[in-house]
């Protein structure tokens, strides 16, 4: 590199952690550590960006509205959500990875799993449902199931309280349809794999077998669905209690007794 110019060396410098950031934020395998990496790679070519074009009043402008606009929807004030309009947009961001493709660990648009799906599903309707209400509270609950990962026996176990178990049953293709709703997720008994309820009969999910995500809808051959099942519901789409409901605190949510199980099952990851 030639450091002779000073503004061209700074420039190449930041060309490249645009580059490298762009590359882990289409990287489909997420961990903690790239995580990070994307979080400190956007803010250093944020930061970058308008120290080099701070002379450009357009440009600043620009920058400044991508700093601070997420920054203010982040910090909105948070409210109750209603649990069916949030189900009813995560059954459209679970839809919108339909075609993509199965990759062990993945995470994003260029190849998702399992346990990927229905986070990474979550998160983008909670963004969405927090936008278009105005309120802070889904969207920050969606920088937070991005940054904690889960595989799909820790999603059947309640990890970090996000989920409360509903009932158990023999498969999903002999279970009773009627006590769930959209949103709801069957985990296999030995936790290795996870699939999404869409309503109705049908359900998605990321299949190994298949190699991408796809819509099946009952009756069905698909072997993940004639094998023992928990069916577990995401905290947020569970109705608030009345005040004749006991509750018990699970984790950071309040969960009603009725109808739903709070004991751990045992499995293996994935």
Not at 95 to 113: C, K, M, N
């Amino acid at each position: 590199m030639n450091l002779s110019d000073p503004a061209k060396a700074v420039k190449r410098v930041w060309v490249w952690i645009l580059v490298l950031t762009v590359i882990l934020c289409l990287y489909p395998v997420e961990y903690r550590i790239t995580r990070l990496a994307v979080v400190a790679g956007v803010a250093t070519a944020w930061t970058g960006a308008l120290v080099l074009w701070w002379k450009s009043k357009a440009i600043r402008i620009v920058l400044l509205l991508m700093g601070v606009l997420p920054a203010i929807a982040a910090c909105l004030p948070g409210r109750s959500v209603d649990p069916d309009r949030l189900a009813s947009d995560y059954s459209r961001g679970l839809r919108l990875f339909r075609g993509v493709r199965y990759v062990w660990g993945g995470e994003g648009w260029l190849g998702i799993d399992c346990s990927g799906l229905v986070r990474k599903g979550l998160v983008w309707s909670g963004l969405y449902h927090g936008l278009r209400t105005f309120n802070g509270r889904p969207i920050r609950d969606a920088m937070t199931l991005w940054w904690h990962d889960s595989s799909a026996l820790a999603l059947g176990e309640g990890y970090r309280g996000w989920t409360a178990e509903l009932f158990r049953e023999e498969s999903v293709a002999t279970a009773d349809h009627s006590k769930l709703k959209a949103g709801d997720l069957a985990v296999t008994a030995d936790g290795i794999h996870v699939m999404a309820y869409l309503g109705g009969t049908t359900w998605i999910e990321a299949d190994p077998d298949a190699q991408k995500v796809i819509e099946v809808s009952l009756p069905t051959d698909n072997p993940w669905f004639h094998r023992p099942v928990i069916f577990v519901r995401w905290k947020w789409f569970v109705a608030p209690e009345s005040p004749d409901q006991t509750v018990q605190r699970t984790g950071s949510s309040w969960f009603p007794l009725r109808g739903i199980s709070t004991s751990v099952p045992a499995g293996s990851h994935r």
